[in-house]
């Protein structure tokens, strides 16, 4: 068993399953790690902490389909 696991396991002990699809669906809607703590009576630090072990955060930079369209129009080029 992975110590991730083990860290799921006892978080799930400890909230139960729907304790961490919660926690899970709060950090992937970005909510504050202040006020999960507060949900869960537990520090900022592990809620950040949970958060690194449960899964990675992805930044991702989108380019609005607009500025695509003026860089088309300015280069010839479709993208």
Do not use: C, I
Not at 5 to 17: D, L, P
Not at 57 to 64: K, M, N, P, W
């Amino acid at each position: 068993m992975t110590s991730r696991e083990t860290v799921a396991k006892n978080f799930v002990a400890r909230y139960g399953a729907h304790g961490l699809e919660r926690l899970l669906d709060a950090l992937a809607r970005g909510e504050s790690g202040q006020a999960l703590a507060a949900e869960f009576d537990v520090s900022r630090e592990r809620v950040r902490q949970w958060k690194n072990t449960f899964g990675q955060a992805l930044t991702l930079y989108q380019v609005h389909p607009d500025v695509l369209r003026v860089l088309a129009d300015e280069v010839g080029v479709e993208r």
